[in-house]
């Protein structure tokens, strides 16, 4: 009405319900990260494997072209995140995972067991290191942080910490952590909402850098450093990404907001280095998208600088990265990204990232036997095993790489596509590590499974559950 100035029909209802019609429309480019799990254990429908996120229009060009919807158009060069399917519809296993592998002795292995591939673990964590030292100008240091919680494991601490990581530490236990395996206090920064947990461990010698995640305990921070209980060199805000749902930081939505934080920057003690912090999982909002939302955060950055008289030399760059986006053709963007934090922030010295589940997640395997196997019909099969989601929490949101081991020959072999589902030992209806698969000709109780890709938030989330 108000664009042709022509005023609405009026109708009549014919009834209290409606249908609902979505036509899908395929149009975002790189989408999503990482690749899209199966549908939800016991859902039904077409899996959700193709790039659009669409199961209709996934399964309409499965019907019309099945040679196309196993192939990978991407890199095919078995790379440590979690490189796609070759033509056969096998996911691609990198070199290193195979040799790490086969250096386990399942013999006498007790499953479900984690399995530590240190070889991929310490070609990660080196890459990583190089990587920004490439980036890196001289005006302007980039140096990498691994986020503990992502997995606490001391062998993964300790490669941060050789390949001149900052240890970066939610809690004081994981601060105390960090410490234990050998990093200095100015080399751990403390961020997130309950940093001052457990009361009483926090070091006495200046750490590297504190970062606020609301307004109260900013005000927390600034009274903990005048009374000498907290020394650190950067002191720093996390702010929280606008438009984009999350519970982290100090929120920049209203002009209301905005001020409290600028008000509140100003009591930051003025002998330190001010710096800010924000993250966001690339993995949750897509790589294109991440990388408009670290143009927008730089500009509210100015802002900030220009509004508090501060000027901000640190920046902290939380990523969420999914292995592949990390690992592959990323070092144009890294370099850009230093370009443009350069331009528009002039005084900033120094970048801090944070490649955590990058890093962690292709580090370890999951092992677990098969207990049981049982042929549904002629083209269906269901096996159990003595894994869990207890052990593989984070199953449902990304697809893990998968390998059975021939208890006769040793041989590794990748699952394939198919129609299996691999049920865990728990008395849970969504208990089922696997769906969508196929299980290698001649695969019997006893026979192990590998779950790779476990090394992240499936190692550091698992708990504890139907043991006695």
């Not at 070759?86 to 592998?101: C, K, Q, R, T, Y």
């Not at 100015?186 to 590297?208: D, M, S, T």
Request: charged content about 20%; glycine content about 8%; some cysteine.
């Amino acid at each position: 009405e108000a664009a042709t100035g022509i005023p609405a029909e009026k109708t009549t209802a014919q009834s209290e319900e409606f249908t609902r019609v979505v036509l899908e429309v395929p149009v975002r480019a790189r989408y999503p990260l990482p690749p899209l799990p199966e549908p939800y254990a016991g859902g039904i429908g077409h899996s959700m494997k193709h790039p659009s996120g669409m199961p209709a229009l996934a399964e309409r060009l499965h019907k019309l072209y099945p040679h196309l919807m196993s192939a990978n158009t991407h890199n095919g060069n078995g790379s440590n995140g979690n490189g796609a399917a070759e033509a056969n519809g096998v996911a691609a296993i990198p070199p290193s995972f195979m040799h790490d592998l086969k250096a386990q002795d399942y013999d006498q292995l007790q499953t479900p067991s984690f399995l530590f591939m240190d070889t991929t673990a310490a070609d990660l964590f080196d890459r990583a290191a190089k990587l920004a030292l490439r980036v890196s100008t001289p005006e302007m240091q980039v140096i990498n942080g691994y986020s503990i919680k992502t997995n606490p494991d001391e062998r993964l601490i300790k490669l941060a910490l050789d390949s001149g990581f900052y240890a970066e530490a939610i809690s004081l236990l994981e601060v105390q952590k960090a410490l234990q395996v050998g990093f200095k206090p100015e080399q751990v920064i403390l961020n997130g909402p309950g940093k001052w947990w457990p009361a009483g461990l926090l070091p006495k010698e200046p750490i590297h850098a504190v970062f606020c995640d609301s307004i109260a305990d900013l005000n927390r921070v600034t009274a903990a450093a005048a009374t000498g209980e907290l020394q650190s060199k950067v002191f720093g805000v996390r702010l929280r990404t606008p438009h984009i749902t999350s519970r982290f930081g100090i929120p920049l939505n209203t002009p209301e907001e905005f001020r409290a934080l600028i008000d509140s920057v100003g009591l930051l003690p003025r002998d330190s280095t001010f710096g800010v912090h924000f993250h966001m999982a690339s993995s949750n909002i897509g790589v294109r998208q991440w990388w408009h939302l670290y143009q927008s955060m730089l500009r509210w950055c100015s802002s900030i600088e220009k509004l508090t008289g501060r000027q901000i030399e640190v920046l902290d760059i939380g990523g969420g990265w999914f292995p592949d986006d990390w690992h592959e053709g990323r070092e144009d963007d890294f370099t850009k990204a230093v370009k443009h934090a350069k331009a528009t922030l002039p005084h900033v010295r120094q970048i801090i990232s944070e490649p955590g589940k990058a890093l962690a997640q292709p580090s370890m395997a999951l092992a677990m036997r098969v207990l049981e196997i049982q042929e549904i019909s002629d083209e269906t099969t269901e096996a159990v095993v003595d894994g869990s989601i207890a052990e593989l929490p984070m199953y449902f949101f990304y697809p893990h790489r998968i390998l059975r081991r021939n208890t006769a020959t040793g041989e590794l072999q990748p699952l394939k596509r198919g129609k299996t589902r691999l049920m865990g030992r728990l008395c849970m209806e969504h208990d089922e590590v696997a769906s969508n698969v196929e299980l290698p000709e001649g695969t019997q109780p006893g026979d192990v499974l590998i779950f790779c890709d476990a090394g992240g938030y499936d190692r550091s989330m698992s708990y504890v559950f139907g043991r006695g």
